[in-house]
T-cell receptor, first 114, second 115 residues
Framework: GEDVEQSLFLSVREGDSSVINCTYTDSSSTYLYWYKQEPGAGLQLLTYIFSNMDMKQDQRLTVLLNKKDKHLSLRIADTQTGDSAIYFC??????????????FGKGTKLSVKP | KAGVTQTPRYLIKTRGQQVTLSCSPISGHRSVSWYQQTPGQGLQFLFEYFSETQRNKGNFPGRFSGRQFSNSRSEMNVSTLELGDSALYLCASAPTSGGLYNEQFFGPGTRLTVL
């Protein structure tokens, strides 16, 4: 079956870089996503990467994809206190009832200390 | 463009009752998906509706059902509520269903508490 794994917590100091890691199982995933959830809010799409890419950069965000190891990472440069949130890695399901919809990791809670 | 709206934002029910949650997608979007978020299980896919038809369904009991109207608004219903149904229910809309890339936009969620 399809599964997405992430570490649950990450704590960094303001101004440092944050790296959030994720592994997935479905090698046929076409798109992989990073979502952000702030307290009491829904999910906000931060960025995505297509499976034929190795890297994607968008301002302070860099996504790295190692398709061989099925490993995805999100790097946030110059992390700010406003970046404190839960970050979800997600892949699009390709099998059975979840086909075409998102399969999420449990989320990584990022805490940024001033 | 207005975003995805969900009503109500908060709901308190007791065991055995039923509940209906509503989701209005972004104008022009025809796909609505529902997800359940709990601390223990994380985010789990419930079902997707497209053009008033259920396209996909996750692994949830039959107490969870939904529908979509001709204006793409969707409702989900949970009957015979259990304590374990306490969760944040998120709705996501997308322009279409499936396809190579189909970004889902999430609403703020409905927080359901079952006592």
């Amino acid at each position: 079956g399809e599964d997405v794994e992430q570490s649950l917590f990450l704590s960094v100091r303001e101004g440092d870089s944050s790296v959030i890691n994720c592994t997935y199982t479905d090698s046929s995933s076409t798109y992989l996503y990073w979502y952000k959830q702030e307290p009491g809010a829904g999910l906000q799409l931060l960025t995505y990467i297509f499976s034929n890419m190795d890297m994607k950069q968008d301002q302070r965000l860099t996504v790295l994809l190692n398709k061989k190891d099925k490993h995805l990472s999100l790097r946030i440069a110059d992390t700010q206190t406003g970046d404190s949130a839960i970050y979800f890695c997600a892949e699009r399901g390709n099998y059975g009832g979840s086909q075409g919809n998102l399969i999420f990791g449990k989320g990584t809670k990022l805490s940024v200390k001033p | 463009k207005a975003g995805v709206t969900q009503t109500p934002r908060y709901l308190i029910k007791t065991r055995g009752q039923q509940v209906t949650l509503s989701c209005s997608p972004i104008s022009g979007h025809r796909s609505v998906s529902w997800y359940q978020q709990t601390p223990g299980q994380g985010l789990q896919f419930l079902f997707e509706y497209f053009s008033e038809t259920q396209r996909n369904k996750g692994n949830f009991p039959g107490r969870f059902s939904g529908r979509q109207f001709s204006n793409s608004r969707s409702e989900m219903n949970v009957s015979t509520l259990e304590l374990g149904d306490s969760a944040l229910y998120l709705c996501a809309s997308a322009p279409t269903s499936g396809g190579l890339y189909n970004e889902q936009f999430f609403g703020p969620g409905t927080r359901l508490t079952v006592l």
